[in-house]
T-cell receptor, first 114, second 112 residues
Framework: AQKVTQAQTEISVVEKEDVTLDCVYE???????LFWYKQPPSGELVFLIR??????QNEISGRYSWNFQKSTSSFNFTITASQVVDSAVYFC???????????FGAGTTVTVRA | NAGVTQTPKFQVLKTGQSMTLQCAQD?????MSWYRQDPGMGLRLIHY???????DQGEVPNGYNVSRSTTEDFPLRLLSAAPSQTSVYFC???????????FGQGTRLTVV
């Protein structure tokens, strides 16, 4: 069985503050894939990033960065210098190589105040 | 390139009515799936398909049917709508087993 836990339900920050979203996952597979999706107030789901279990290199893309640590089964996501447009629900998701199902966490609502 | 297209965007049903949510993708993806999104619960898998003619149940399949007669289309049927099926429904497709999923715009369904 696989499981994704996003312990933070809501985060509220003032513009330009950094925001880190936590994601902890469980899987018995040694090969798996982790994702972050963004759901803005308009409702669509936007793919942000995909990481493979065999690639622990962390990544920075503009104001976004990701910290993948297999030792703690965590895949955290940071928004640097947040902007109002970053206000959204962010979902962490897990796909195991032996399972067709993409499992989602409950989501973290990020509110960035001007 | 339209990606994943869902119709309708909004729907109100009376208890006991049936309806079909449409989903089409133009990316030639083999994998398609239906999720429902409820507050505080993330997205839960209803049914999925790994190719034309092949479907299987996800976490919450009761009350829903699917079929996959073509690669492009994956409709979701509500057999007899119940208030518990009030939710936002998302269709998704992905190229193969290990790639990211692309989602439709969602259908907000209310059953009264």
């Amino acid at each position: 069985a696989q499981k994704v836990t996003q312990a933070q339900t809501e985060i509220s920050v003032v513009e330009k503050e950094d925001v880190t979203l936590d994601c902890v996952y469980e899987t018995r597979d040694t090969t798996y894939y982790l994702f972050w999706y963004k759901q803005p107030p308009s409702g669509e789901l936007v793919f942000l990033i995909r990481r493979n279990s065999f690639d622990e290199q962390n990544e920075i893309s503009g104001r976004y960065s990701w910290n993948f640590q297999k030792s703690t089964s965590s895949f955290n996501f940071t928004i640097t210098a947040s902007q109002v447009v970053d206000s959204a629900v962010y979902f962490c998701a897990l796909l195991s190589s032996n399972d067709y199902k993409l499992s989602f966490g409950a989501g973290t609502t990020v509110t960035v105040r001007a | 390139n339209a990606g994943v297209t869902q119709t309708p965007k909004f729907q109100v049903l009376k208890t006991g009515q049936s309806m079909t949510l449409q989903c089409a993708q133009d990316m030639n993806h083999e994998y398609m799936s239906w999720y429902r999104q409820d507050p505080g619960m993330g997205l839960r898998l209803i049914h999925y398909s790994v190719g034309a003619g092949i479907t299987d149940q996800g976490e919450v399949p009761n009350g829903y049917n699917v079929s996959r007669s073509t690669t492009e289309d994956f409709p979701l049927r509500l057999l007899s709508a119940a208030p518990s099926q009030t939710s936002v429904y998302f269709c998704a497709s992905r190229a193969n087993m290990n790639t990211e999923a692309f989602f439709g715009q969602g259908t907000r369904l209310t059953v009264v």
